[in-house]
């Protein structure tokens, strides 16, 4: 199947504003931004494709492999704009969609929305039948009903059923059941059932999860069938593999079958890319940053593994608040994802406080600076008065931003509210966004036990590089790295994604009545499982297996991660399993507690194929100081006043030179502001490596 | 343009203190073991200054909560002594009048010290799954049966633990493990909030909370004020009509809207009950702030100078205003009815702003599994959090089985099944439940619940609404009251211990709430809606419920 030249890859990342493309080829690196094309998705690939052939002198036949994640799964679940899809559960409990978890998002506001339930009510259906907690059979599957039902449903023209059964997590023969009866009368029909989707507990989050991917099923289908026909007709029969939002690879055909798992899968490119640039610098402790045009994303990496979850909150309906979108039961890469980026709008509220985002200006109309019409002063509005971007050369120069336009936003909205001058309510803007990503990354990193102080960032996207600074000044952070490429890192990240799957169960096991063979046998089916995806893709190539149990005491309800050789779970190892969950236990809460049981609540298995070693980098020393003949005004938010600052080009560096602080260091997909308190070297990998003095 | 430098400065150091509070609310999620806390959200947290004024708080499930602990750190001081106070020091109390209001509510407070320098407090609390006593319920003459009263005292001296208070709370209740875990994981969390400060106050190099708190207080205080201020001037009344325990209750308040100030009485309100409905005018004050804030003032952070300009005020022989040693343990029935009482006579000031009634209380089901006679197997206590339908707002429909003003979660079904042998058959919205009108009530939720085989299911009741449903606003008509039955159509009370025979199922119909504006105006495609998906079954729309 394999044509093309296998170390010629293209990784291809759809996001909302733009389609970044990244071919490697030899070492080399060549890469593009086009506009997203919402109505052919593949088009915008096929031109970025296009123009890095041209670039990088390749013809299309050549190209070995193409990785690609997209946003089109989110957007169709946030948009609404999925297949007419009908939901079938357990009698009973219709409404599980509906009713959530009964509580109120926003405590103060009583004109809140709910979201609305992905199925509405009129496509909800109910069978006669239930499985008790062990998986044991209370009552079959009524016949007669589900024949009914079937009639129904094939006169309701649906395209898509998902199937979801009270306890089916523990035995899902009753959705397979149910499954097979429509297939049988429907045989063309597209049917996802949780017991395969999610076989995780907590009905509302397994419903939800197996609605979602039926919901996007036959939009990604479609697209995908589109996008291989596009490429063969253009001459490249090369594989096509997806990125997943755990931040592996799985084939095309097993992305149409669960689509759900697509979710998301652009920032865990980027976080795979950060993880590869932590790898090629010996950080064991990062942190990453990209900050885009609308959110900024936050991740911990370490030793060198990002932080993974079991589920994901997609599609927040006001202003990011947790409980206000829909959660899916995936193992996804464990992120924060907040309201924060270069088009966040900036207001006051009723306290005469300023505020920012989550709103954005996006890049229609843009904020005020843009001259397209965007009227609200924006998070790039507040940098460009404070000297951080250059308003001639703005985007590799194919833009010209307007100061005055900047300027009299935030008078108008900003300081004209609160009495402050304009170089004021841009520094309170760009403050109040900074504590925002710092606070959320404070918070995030304490979730997880960690001392954020003591690692090194990694920052990409638009707006990374031009709040790193503040950033690691904010949260007490010594070094961040600005790597190469940094404005396309999500789609080099697909480029340097592992074969991998991830699997996640429910599986209660006591530890003082651990039942070994029970346990071995749900964590064989777990690794065939997995081995499955992976070797659909990469039959012969060596694999690992990574295994977490999800512990906590008996009768708390938050579980901690305990990692340890899958042998040591297999086997039933007790004493080495509750050690450990001891140490990690202390590790987030200070100390253990001694007398409750301890259990297992549920099991994760991952098995990936081994990552490509990365070259590492011998660190370099300061050879040369830069300095540059050009310089502006700059605002230091640490004096608050404005100095000056030189502006250096990037290309120009080469490894072992130095740039110290203040100073903006400028290409063209973004810019990287130095604060006084910071000095940047150039790695031999063309890094910038900026660390404290 | 310096000093404007420094608001900006306040300003991120007072999110900063917020994310302190949000984070020690976070560690007791984690660590708590009682489902209330960890699944349901029923707790709070916060930080208060050297005077015991509340500084910012955790956006917790519980308005009850967070508003009548905001009162008790006073309480704390003064009782411990001033003198008394020392590092290592961690004080506790379940006084319901101190505290939150019921003895399931156990308060912690950690007094926070810098350099040696005492310069805050941290407070928690936590609603426990057990005092002994009766158990949660109604059922108690007096608060000496309600469980252990724990008056405020140390619970760690200098960092010395009172082991003599644990041995005689490990005697007394039914779950020890779990209640004591409890009680040290209000501790930890009151330490996790209390380390990130100190992170804090040496990043900004702040060697108190003074300035600070005087801007967050001074802030919040003029915001507040400016808000009641802009209000309509006058005095309003209201009065509601409860079920009670054994005979009806009637609410009665009256708002009085002066300067920039809000005062609520209750005079006119029934008498206190022999049972354990009442309510200590803490948490009353606490449901009463939380509603009108809603209308007035719903974006200011809560702290003591957004809370100072509301006051209330309640005869002594009022089942608001419960006396000590009057029984309290399920004060939050009547108290999440306060909001409605009090927004209704708002609605008078300010038509057009306030929703109309809606289910009001939770539906909170207490359980007990005991295996039937000659069968083995084990104790279960199980608690579910259930809520009925919310009122419609002046231009919203009302929300469908949602909790308000109450925050918490209810729990998973699944989740429920795997703490103790019951089988949930149905937890479902319960159609045609919604009031009518322009803009529909949101719908109850029906509940069938059975004991697994080889077990008998007692249960407490503790629900209202079932004679008195959720009345309309402006035209709007009233939601469907509940009731509480067996599937063979037998009636039960509800309130107080009730059995539910071997082979019977327990069936709870939730209330619906109240309709606001008159049906006729709701837009033909609106009712479609309602009868194409079920809300509204097909020839009662448009007639209420």
Redesign the interface.
Known sequence: MASGHKDCRVGVDIGGTFTDVALKIDGRLVSTKVLTDYEAPERAILKGIDQVCADAGVALKDIGVVVHGTTLATNSLIERRGARTAFVTT??????L??R????FE?????I??PPALI???DRFVVRE?M??AGNV?LDVDRAGLDALITRLAEGGYESIAIGF??AYANGAHERLVRDAILARLPDISISISSEVAPQ????ERFNTVCANAYVKPVIKAYLDRLVKALVARGMGCPVYMIHSGGGIISLEHAAEFPVRLVESGPAGGVIFAEDVARRHGCEHVVSFDMGGTTAKICLVEDYVPKTAKSFEVARTYRFRKGSGMVISIPVVEMVEIGAGGGSIASV??????RVGPKSAASEPGPACYGRGGQNPTVTDANLVLGKLDPDNFAGGKMVLSVPAASHALDQDIGAQI???V??SA??VC??VD??MS?AA??HA??SGKDISTFTMITFGGGGPLHAARLCEKL?IDSFIVPPGAGVGSAIGFLLAPFGYETVRSG?VELSAFEQPKVAALLDSMREEALGFVSAIESTAPTSVECTAFMR?A????DIPVRLPFEVFHAGDVAAIRAEFMKEYTR????A?V??EVEIVSWSLRVSTPVARAQSVTPVAATRQVTSDVSRKLFDSVS?SFVSAQVVERAGLVPGDCVAGPAIITEAETTTILSAQFTATVQSDGSLLATRH | MQDTFVDIHMQVMWNRLISVVEEQAQALIRTAFSTSVREAGDLSAGIFDVHGRMLAQAVTGTPGHVNAMAESVGHFITDIGPGNIHEGDVYITNDPWKGTGHLHDITVVTPSFLDGRLIGYFASTAHVVDVGGRGFGPDANEVYEEGLFIPIMKLFDAGRENDTLLHIVRNNVREDDKVVGDIFALAACNDAGHNRLVDMMREFDMADLEHLGAFILGHSGRATRERLAALPQGQWTNSLRLDGYDEPVELHATLTIKGDTVHVDFSGTSGPSRFGINVPLVYVMAYACYGIKCIVAPEIPNNFGSLEPFSVSAPDNCILNAQRPAPVSVRHVLGHFVPDLVLGALHKALPDRVPAEGAGALWNLHMSLRPQPGQTGRNAEILMFNSGGTGARPTLDGMNATAFPSGVHTMPVEATEHVGPVIIWRKELREGSGGAGQYRGGLGQTIEIEAATGYKLQFSAMFDRIDNPARGRAGGQAGAPGSVALDDGTRLRGKGKQDVPPGRKLVLNLPGGGGYGDPAQRPAEWQEYDTSNGYVPAGQAGTGA
């Open positions: 009698e009973g409990f219709r409404d599980v509906e009713m978890t009964e509580n109120r405590q103060y506001d009583l004109n929305t709910l509405a009510r009129a239930r008790d907690a209370l009270i306890h507990f907590r009905e509302l509220d009723s306290l005469r406080q300023i009495g402050l001058s170089d004021a520094y309170g403050e109040v504590e925002n606070n404070r918070v304490i979730e007490g209660r005491y009768g708390q309800g938050w987030f809460f200070g100390r507690i007398g409750p608050r």
